[in-house]
């Protein structure tokens, strides 16, 4: 997560729901009681119980836990017990997954597919729970605090969604929920709103795909960040180097954590969502971004410029895509000599000019 989750943010009430049951019912099932119903909000279980798919899909994981041999179960009771929500894995690599018998995982499978996809959309559901999916995606998305902003904050590079005019909040495209652990791989934590969270088509569809978040290429255990309470905000910076052979400027993402564990968190964000590569490419046509927002009228100006939008770019990281990244590129310009700054203020008029005469149009 690259932009902190705002404080007050709530969670989905519907997947808050779904996931107090499918949890309860795990329990219940492991230890051969009868299922709690005050282990979740009031009217949830009459919800399901109505919905023949839903019903079945529940009775199918409580059929297969019951065969399961008594010891297994017992164990498997202890580590769903132990395992309250998805976010003691992110950084608790100690902390043992429950793995239940095959038989078992393929019918959780099934069962937290349907809750996610179809049970939270039933019209009970939403009574029962007090708001729909839609409901919470545009708190989530709200601009004014507590919503977490129209852009990703997992990269700020992209919008979650596209705004449409004269459509009602509830009525705008939304950007999928992002499994932060793949539902087919844990599916106990299917509906776990934690492990739910807005993302942009590119993080969910392009970059992440199937990457676990808990283990790296060769299998083994890592950390990542908590995104509800953790963040790359403030951990990253960008570079500018000039090459050697041509002088030409060139933008690089580096990480500046704070100890060891952090640094490996921010291994893992860079990793599953390929931060870096995407920054460094979007900075490849570094003149045409800087002619975009600097003024390249003198140097005095140029300098003036890089300060105020350094300021103005991270006000609105949250709006526009791509703003806190230009907010770091401009802290990066600051500290640049004059001579520096003066090659860019030039490199920024080809910009505004890439297949003319500059240098004739400004007359310089």
Request: charge should be negative.
């Amino acid at each position: 997560m690259l932009l902190p989750i705002r404080n007050g943010l709530a969670p989905s009430a519907v997947f808050l729901g779904l996931n107090a049951l499918m949890r309860e019912v795990l329990l219940a099932s492991c230890s051969g009681r009868a299922v709690d119903q005050s282990n979740f909000p009031e009217d949830i279980w009459h919800a399901v119980q109505a919905n023949e798919p839903t019903r079945a899909h529940l009775q199918a994981v409580r059929d297969v836990i019951d065969a399961t041999d008594t010891t297994i179960r017992y164990e498997l009771y202890l580590a769903f017990q132990e395992v309250t929500s998805v976010r003691q894995l992110f950084s608790d690599q100690a902390l043992a997954i429950p793995e239940p018998p095959e038989a078992v995982t393929a019918e959780l499978k099934k069962l937290a597919a349907h809750l996610f996809e179809r049970t939270s959309k039933l019209a009970d559901i939403t009574r029962a729970c007090g708001e729909s999916i839609k409901d919470h995606y545009s708190r989530y998305s709200a601009d004014p605090a507590p919503g977490n902003g129209n852009v990703c904050g997992m990269c700020a590079t992209e919008l979650l969604s596209q705004r449409r005019s004269y459509i009602s909040a509830n009525e705008q495209w939304r950007a999928p929920y992002d499994h932060l652990l793949a539902k087919e791989k844990y599916p106990q934590f299917g509906v776990d709103p934690d492990n739910l969270l807005p993302t942009c088509h590119t993080c969910n569809s392009k970059a992440k795909l199937a990457k676990d978040l808990l283990h790296n290429s060769e299998g083994d255990r890592r950390i990542c960040f908590d995104p509800w309470v953790e963040h790359a905000h403030g951990k990253v910076i960008l570079r500018i180097d000039f090459d050697l052979i041509d002088l030409t400027p060139k933008v690089s993402l580096f990480m500046t954590p704070a100890d060891v564990a952090e640094q490996e968190k921010l291994e893992t964000w860079n990793d599953v969502y390929r931060i870096k590569e995407r920054i460094d490419g979007e900075f490849i046509t570094l003149r045409e971004k800087l002619a975009e927002d600097l003024d390249p009228s003198s140097l005095e100006n140029f300098k003036r410029s890089i300060e105020s939008k350094k300021i103005i770019k991270m006000s609105a990281a949250r709006l526009t895509p791509y703003n806190y990244w230009r907010s770091l590129l401009y802290a990066a310009l600051t500290n640049f000599p004059d001579q520096t700054l003066e090659q860019l203020r030039i490199l920024s008029l080809e910009g505004l000019d890439p297949y003319g005469d500059a240098a004739a149009t400004y007359g310089i």
